[in-house]
């Protein structure tokens, strides 16, 4: 009983939601937020936010510089990938001329990303292009069962100019002993009357080898 009622509490203040399958086949775009391991590792962690005074290693989101387009994402609301780079060139490469364009209404969906045990940090690149509003982080976490499991990551409030984002994180709890998964992918919507923002070049901390 004591257990039970524990994890109750665990779930609730993690800000959890189960979803059955039917939505994982639906709101999930198409499949992409697939079962077990992880569609992408990327191989080469790298220090990208060291010049902010962050020395953690993060890894890149597949498709996470929206270079290739929308490859790897699903977007919807009328989310898409638009010129214009974010200003730092936290890949490295200074040829990066694209982004992601989150209007009002959108959302978008990234593939899944490997997992690892312990604590975890997701940054990227952001700027606000409305007068006021945040960008909402979701944390999916698909399970074999077929569940998918939806976790609040945090709320990001930009400004007008190209910022990295703080080391957001999910509190309380451990994404990965909820559902015994090692996969993970990200939700980003706007939040608030007429938001819109821009962002570029998403990482996650700690990388995991394949």
Known sequence: MAATV???VLL???GVAIIASAFHAAGAKAGLLGTGGASYCDP???QAFAPFGDSSYYARLYN?????GGLGWAFSGGARVVPGNEPYYLTGTRS????????AGSSAYSSTV????????LRFVAKRLSSSGGLHVQVVVPSALGLVTVLDG???YGNGSWAPSPRMELLLCNVTSLLGTNAVAFRFTPVGSG?????DDVYLDPWKST
């Open 12 to 14: 609730g203040l993690c």
């Open 64 to 68: 996470g510089d929206f270079e290739d």
């Open 44 to 46: 080469a962690a790298t």
């Open 96 to 103: 990066d001329n694209r982004s992601l364009y989150l209007p």
């Open 6 to 8: 524990a994890k109750r």
């Open 114 to 121: 490997c997992f690892a045990l312990g604590d975890w940090h």
């Open 195 to 199: 938001t819109a923002y821009q962002i």
């Open 154 to 156: 945090g709320t990001v």
